[in-house]
T-cell receptor
């Protein structure tokens, strides 16, 4: 399967703990995106990478959130000192260098207790 | 910020019926995308539209990019049970901003 993959698919954590999610984009896609989706809503943009450079960050991305894409391939999203309001589905998407179509992974569902 | 109004919020239809849903915006978009999302999964791309007025089909699905670039619709013909899910429209403004703006979704239920 050559689609976008995300790991883990589910994560339950206690408030105050740190969590890290991984995204592997479609091979040779140089653009990678993170979105957050809460129940009953469409995904909301968090941040975007072109190769290893993080080019854009949403105001939704508080100081507790950090994303990396060190080698321009996979990416990680870390949330420090999780809060109950961080509970959501975290989606990763990738797109090729040419064209705007974004392909999504299956998401990581986070529950903060 | 940019917002997309997607309607209807939910639909209950009989198997075999046609379905229509649409998205409108106060802003102009250069690309419209339609996705389907099943529970617990990520959105799956259905149709991509890149030019105003463009009409594109994918099997029983047909979508159009509005002439004003502020709206788009999706039609599903002869619905089947596996069409059940949430359908999202998403718009993109080309340029430095690469973020998709999503509608709030249309929950489709197909009754046998």
């Amino acid at each position: 399967d050559t689609g976008v993959s995300q790991d883990p698919r589910h994560k339950i954590t206690k408030r105050g703990q740190n969590v890290t999610f991984r995204c592997d984009p479609i091979s040779e896609h140089n653009r990678l995106y993170w979105y957050r989706q809460t129940l009953g809503q469409g995904p909301e943009f968090l941040t975007y990478f072109q190769n290893e450079a993080q080019l854009e960050k949403s105001r939704l991305l508080s100081d507790r959130f950090s994303a990396e894409r060190p080698k321009g391939s996979f990416s990680t999203l870390e949330i420090q000192r999780t809060e109950q309001g961080d509970s959501a589905m975290y989606l990763c998407a990738s797109s090729p260098g040419q064209g705007e179509t974004q392909y999504f992974g299956p998401g990581t569902r986070l529950l903060v207790l | 910020g940019q917002q997309l109004n997607q309607s209807p919020q939910s639909m209950f239809i009989q198997e075999g019926e046609d379905v229509s849903m649409n998205c409108t915006s106060s802003s102009i978009f250069n690309t419209w995308l339609w996705y389907k999302q099943d529970p617990g999964e990520g959105p799956v791309l259905l149709i991509a539209l890149y030019k105003a007025g463009e009409l594109t089909s994918n099997g029983r699905l047909t979508a159009q990019f509005g002439i004003t670039r502020k709206d788009s619709f999706l039609n599903i013909s002869a619905s089947i049970p596996s069409d059940v899910g949430i359908y999202f429209c998403a718009g993109l403004v080309s340029g430095s901003a690469r973020q998709l703006t999503f509608g709030s979704g249309t929950q489709l239920t197909v009754l046998p």
